[in-house]
T-cell receptor, first 116, second 112 residues
Framework: GAVVSQHPSRVICKSGTSVKIECRSLDFQATTMFWYRQFPKQSLMLMAT?????????EQGVEKDKFLINHASLTLSTLTVTSAHPEDSSFYIC????????????FGAGTRLSVL | QKEVEQNSGPLSVPEGAIASLNCTYSDRGSQSFFWYRQYSGKSPELIMS????GDKEDGRFTAQLNKASQYVSLLIRDSQPSDSATYLC????????????FGAGTRLFVKA
């Protein structure tokens, strides 16, 4: 299957700092990428849909000014958690959709964010 | 009614048995269906995709789709302890297939 690279895999930061997470599709072009958050023992929660060259679409309840998404190319999307606080500590996972008829989503390995 | 429904489990089966995971979906126009496996602390990994009614087999995994009943299932033959994970059912919604809806997942535990 297609490969999606996400890094860093783990981040520990102080409260108030900003953290950038990168998501790259390595062997296909992804016009659409997705950002999810998952708390321990809970389901995936879609945060936003990132479309190349346009503004991201955020799910209800997700603050767009806090979670900045940039999808500047067909292979790269970034999520920046601005002014992170302990309640933002979570597992952030990106996925990229391979187009065509199948529209399969492939996931990155995830980023575990711990805000002290 | 949730758009994609799965029993949360845990589903516990002995090693060597067949594990049967079920999923129902609400959008009759859905065309693409997927099963992902997620180990604890890891991201989901695609294990099966299915688009046509009937069965699709890949190694020990068989996906079954019944569009009339809006039902998709995953069978795991000869279950192994390493199959213990959460299995997510995903459905591309509508004829355009642009939105993927994930179920909450079923936790599977294979006892050695």
């Amino acid at each position: 299957g297609a490969v999606v690279s996400q890094h860093p895999s783990r981040v520990i930061c102080k409260s108030g700092t900003s953290v950038k997470i990168e998501c790259r599709s390595l062997d296909f072009q992804a016009t659409t990428m997705f950002w999810y958050r998952q708390f321990p023992k809970q389901s995936l929660m879609l945060m936003a849909t990132s479309n190349e060259g346009s503004k991201a679409t955020y799910e209800q309840g997700v603050e767009k000014d806090k979670f900045l998404i940039n999808h500047a190319s067909l292979t790269l999307s970034t999520l920046t958690v601005t002014s992170a606080h302990p309640e933002d500590s979570s597992f952030y996972i990106c996925s990229a959709r391979e187009g065509g008829v199948l529209n399969i989503q492939y996931f990155g390995a995830g980023t575990r964010l711990s805000v002290l | 009614q949730k758009e994609v429904e799965q029993n949360s489990g845990p589903l516990s089966v002995p090693e060597g048995a067949i594990a049967s995971l079920n999923c129902t979906y609400s959008d009759r126009g859905s065309q693409s269906f997927f099963w992902y496996r997620q180990y604890s602390g890891k991201s989901p990994e695609l294990i099966m995709s299915i688009y046509s009614n009937g069965d699709k087999e890949d190694g020990r995994f068989t996906a079954q789709l019944n569009k009339a009943s809006q039902y998709v299932s995953l069978l795991i033959r000869d279950s192994q302890p390493s199959d213990s994970a959460t299995y997510l059912c995903a459905v591309n919604k509508g004829t355009g297939g642009f939105k993927t809806i994930f179920g909450a997942g079923t936790r599977l535990f294979v006892k050695a």
